[in-house]
């Protein structure tokens, strides 16, 4: 049997194999229960054969987060499974938003339409702790995940089981929020993202499935001069502004994501 590889000798394979360095230095620290500080400073130490396992299953394209069981979203340190999508950057975008609109006093009911992993629900209840915070999602596993969230950060959220507004009917909301699936279904990159819940990610041949299915329902459960808004891809803005017009929404706009697309829209339902 040939002797383990040390901490040096790993990442120097995982570079040789193309695995991003920062990526290999994570999961390595990970599977010894130690900080990159830690890992830096013993690069020397024998490599378990779990932690290789680790790097490999990385080069076959599984997320980080899945291997370690975590990601970080707006100062949030939140568990992360195979039920729910991995948190994007991308989505603070939508919280950012959010927060705008609710003010620090705020006592707003607000929605978050299909929660997975609860981090937009969960950033809101932590920012705006007098708001009354409610999420919805249709997976089972994804809304476990999304409890054991909240009451493992001690943030409080009303969690519902169910398909979009179905589980919330007749309630009323100053504020909703959605991060939907919204990749068509033949979009080329799905295999990249091959092990992520294809239902959290792709809405027909279009990709405006989820979001016609939202903007159409929304206005029976927003308050007088509550806000709609959603994050979509990067291309779908403009059919997305079109939804929520043709819908009654007024003051339609736009925000940014980390690389300038217009990542998220919203309106205001009528005053």
């Not at 729910?84 to 006592?107: I, Q, S």
């Not at 054991?148 to 519902?160: I, S």
């Not at 507004?165 to 990749?183: C, E, K, Q, R």
């Not at 059919?239 to 929520?244: F, I, K």
Request: proline share 7%; glycine share 8%.
């Amino acid at each position: 049997m040939s002797a383990p590889l040390s901490v040096a000798e790993a990442l120097a394979w995982a570079r040789q194999h193309g695995l991003d360095r920062l990526e290999a230095q994570t999961l390595l620290a990970h599977a010894f229960g130690a900080s990159r500080t830690w890992l830096l400073t013993h690069d020397e130490a024998p490599v378990p054969e779990s932690a290789l396992h680790l790097l490999q299953r990385r080069l076959d394209g599984e997320p980080v987060a899945y291997l370690t069981g975590s990601q970080e979203f707006h100062g949030l340190n939140l568990q992360v499974t195979p039920d729910t999508l991995v948190p994007r950057p991308d989505t603070e975008t939508l919280v950012d938003w959010a927060l705008d609109l609710l003010p620090p006093d705020a006592r707003a009911a607000v929605l978050d339409l299909g929660t997975g992993s609860g981090a937009i629900a969960l950033a809101l209840a932590h920012r705006r702790p007098l708001a009354e915070l409610h999420a919805v999602d249709a997976s089972p596993g994804a809304l476990d995940t999304a409890q054991a969230n909240g009451q493992r950060l001690g943030l409080p959220v009303h969690w519902h089981l169910g398909s979009w507004f179905t589980p919330v009917d007749g309630m009323a909301f100053d504020l909703i929020v959605s991060n939907p699936p919204y990749i068509r279904d033949d979009d080329p990159h799905l295999p990249a993202l091959r092990h992520e819940p294809r239902s959290a990610l792709t809405a027909g041949a279009d990709g405006l499935a989820d979001l016609r299915t939202i903007v159409s329902a929304a206005p029976a459960h927003l308050r007088p001069g509550a806000w709609l808004l959603l994050e979509h891809g990067w291309d779908q803005a403009d059919a997305v502004a079109a939804l929520l017009k043709a819908a009654g929404f007024a003051a339609v706009q736009h925000r940014l994501d980390l690389a300038g697309h217009r990542r998220c829209t919203g309106g205001c339902w009528r005053l």
